[in-house]
């Protein structure tokens, strides 16, 4: 008889890397009636128990419940009867001022002056369902975004989230030294949002004189809670610096590849009347195209520092 010896060092040094969830799991929180709950193992918690109406206040505790929450989940999602979209810039305010970002193709709410109107059925472009970060073009993007069902699909339509913090950890930590060596380009024509997005061409030059392309760290540090992440994402980033060009793709499907893995994703089911925000500092995202001809009408608020 043999028997055999089992080596668990040498099982983890040759097998694929598996995330510490201790890390990102949390317990449910409560503040007065309001609790927050993991939506998933790594990414995401649900909102319970918030009311924002012309006559209730969040008390400072709350916020701060909210504002934890948001920083350790990534994003949070607002059960329908939270807020309306009359009040929704009250919700957003919680985190900061909302800040009207649009395209002829999401064109500006009218029920407040600082959202912008997602509608599917005349929205042609498919730029959200490619993997991004909004507006990381630019050299200061907003750190937060908020969206707000009106109208959703009673079947599909739902958004992915990845952790871009969990997928750095999904990375050997020796490629990890290389990749923080190198820097890319993000170009927001990258896979023709802008394009697709200015049909006449003195708009379209002009967008593409407001936002040159800028030069980008591989791998960044999330400003308040310290820890590292993946910055490149398949909208935005062009190419590697530094590398030739086979090496710079390879380099991109090997980050790509982390970010789409299950383990670091939600997929968040909407329904009339959600609200959510996330970190768009933490978090990539890209819509799923599922729900055929159903209509599918959110608001949209790109949310900067007060």
């Known amino acids: 008889m043999y028997g055999i010896v089992v080596d668990n060092e040498k099982l ?24 927050v709950t993991p939506y998933s193992p790594t990414v995401g918690a649900r909102v319970s128990g918030l009311r924002i109406d012309e006559d209730g206040d969040v ?85 937060y975004t908020a969206l707000l069902g009106e109208t959703m699909p009673a079947l599909g339509g739902d958004t992915l989230f990845a952790n871009a913090t969990a997928a750095y950890d999904l990375l050997d930590p020796l490629l990890t030294a290389y990749l923080e060596t190198l820097t890319a380009v993000h170009d927001a024509d990258t896979m023709g949002y ?68 299950p383990e670091v994703q939600a997929r968040h089911r909407w329904e009339d009347g959600t609200a959510l925000i996330w970190d768009n500092r933490t978090v990539q995202h890209r819509g799923v195209p599922d729900f055929g001809t159903q209509r599918r009408i959110m608001h949209r608020a790109l949310v900067l520092p007060d």
């Open 12 to 35: 983890d040094r040759i097998q694929p890397r598996i995330l510490d969830i201790s890390r990102y799991l949390g317990s449910p929180a409560e503040v007065g009636r309001v609790t």
């Open 59 to 143: 008390t400072p505790a709350v916020r701060t419940l909210l504002y934890d929450a948001l920083l350790r989940y990534g994003f949070l999602s607002f059960e329908p009867g939270t807020v309306d979209v009359a009040r929704f810039e009250r919700l957003v305010s919680l985190f900061g001022k909302a800040k009207l970002m649009n395209t002829p193709y999401t064109p500006e709410t009218g029920k407040s002056g600082q959202l912008n109107t997602i509608d599917a059925s005349t929205k042609k472009t498919r730029m959200n369902y490619i993997w991004h970060m909004d507006q990381v073009f630019q050299p200061t993007s907003p750190p």
């Open 194 to 261: 802008l394009t697709l997005a200015y049909h006449d061409l003195d708009a379209r030059a002009e967008q593409r004189r407001k936002y040159p392309p800028i030069e980008v760290p591989l791998i960044r540090t999330h400003p308040e809670t310290g820890r590292k992440q993946i910055f490149v994402n398949e909208l935005y980033t062009h190419r590697i610096l530094g590398v030739s060009r086979r090496t710079s793709q390879s380099l991109l499907d090997v980050l790509f590849d982390a970010l789409s893995a």
